[in-house]
């Protein structure tokens, strides 16, 4: 077993900024996405922040970051600066999810003004 998602990501696809470490496991995709699945929010982020730092760099497939970014928006959905980061990823690797990447970036814009209506209220 890997010691986190980030390892085994990094195992299975590469890393554009550190060596592929040595190992001796198995490595099948149905693994990773399993782990990728059931994995919480932060750890989720750790790996395409650390694999993927710019956006448009990273060996992440890009169906893979799209599956991670819409794991985390599932378990934080009313975060509008994750809902604009994984509107970003759509923008660069569409066009076929830029209405996606429209819908997301209008929920943040809303999410922001419902926030900033409420800091005027108090």
């Known amino acids: 077993m890997h010691s ?21 496991q198995e490595h099948r995709e149905h693994y990773f996405v399993e782990e990728l ?14 694999l993927c730092p710019n956006v448009v760099d990273g060996r992440l497939p890009v169906w893979v970051r799209n599956l991670a970014y819409r794991l985390v928006l599932l378990q934080r959905p009313d975060e509008s600066a994750l809902l604009r980061e994984a509107a970003e990823n759509l923008w660069l690797h569409g066009p076929d999810w830029d209405d996606i990447a429209a819908g997301l970036t209008q929920q943040a814009d809303a999410l922001d ?7 005027i209220r108090t």
Do not use: K, N, Q
Request: proline share 5%; aromatic share 8%.
């Open 4 to 24: 986190s998602l980030t390892e085994h990501a990094r195992c299975l696809y590469g890393d554009e900024y550190r060596p592929t470490p040595e190992c001796g």
């Open 37 to 50: 699945t059931f994995a919480e929010a932060d750890t989720i982020l750790a790996m395409l922040h650390e």
């Open 113 to 119: 003004t419902r926030t900033d209506e409420g800091l």
